[in-house]
C-alpha cells in the first residue's frame, strides 16, 4: 500500500512562492513509481499540474502553470516537491500528489494509482 502524505501549503499573497512536499511513508519506493501533481478549485474538477518521470529526468507541466512552477523528487528521501512561484489567485486548490506505476508522465488522473489526502493552497489577490 502506498502512502503519500502533502504538506506546505497555506496562505499567500499573489506574486508569493510556495513549495509543497510529498512524502511517501511504509515501505513505498516512489522510485518505481511516476509522480504527479494535480488540484481541485472548490466546485471545480481535478486538474493535471505536474508529473516527473521515474528518474526526475522527464517533467511535464500544465499550460497554466508552466514557466511558474517546478516539479522535483529526491529518491533516496522518498519525497517529491512542487515549487510554486509568482502565484496568482486562480491557482487556489486543494494540491494533491499522486503516483502511478505506469512508466510514462500522464495528464489523465484515471492513470494514477494511489492519492495523497491534499494541502490547501490559497492564493489572496
Known amino acids: 500500500q502506498v502512502q503519500l502524505v502533502e504538506s506546505g501549503g497555506g496562505l499567500v499573497q499573489a506574486g508569493g512562492s510556495l513549495i509543497l512536499s510529498c512524502a511517501a511513508s511504509?515501505?513505498?519506493?516512489?522510485?518505481?513509481?511516476?509522480m504527479a501533481w494535480f488540484r481541485q478549485a472548490l466546485g471545480q474538477q481535478r486538474e493535471f499540474v505536474a508529473a516527473t518521470s521515474r528518474s526526475g529526468g522527464l517533467t511535464y507541466y500544465a499550460d497554466s502553470v508552466k514557466g511558474r512552477f517546478s516539479i522535483s523528487r529526491h529518491n533516496p528521501i522518498n519525497t517529491v516537491y512542487l515549487e510554486m512561484n509568482n502565484l496568482i489567485p486562480e491557482d487556489t486548490a486543494v494540491y494533491h500528489c499522486?503516483?502511478?506505476?505506469?512508466?510514462?508522465?500522464?495528464?489523465?488522473?484515471?492513470?494514477?494509482?494511489?492519492w495523497g489526502q491534499g494541502t490547501q493552497v490559497t492564493v489572496s489577490s
Open positions: 499522486a503516483a502511478s506505476r505506469r512508466t510514462r508522465g500522464s495528464r489523465l488522473s484515471g492513470e494514477y494509482d494511489y
Open positions: 511504509g515501505r513505498t519506493i516512489i522510485s518505481t513509481y511516476t
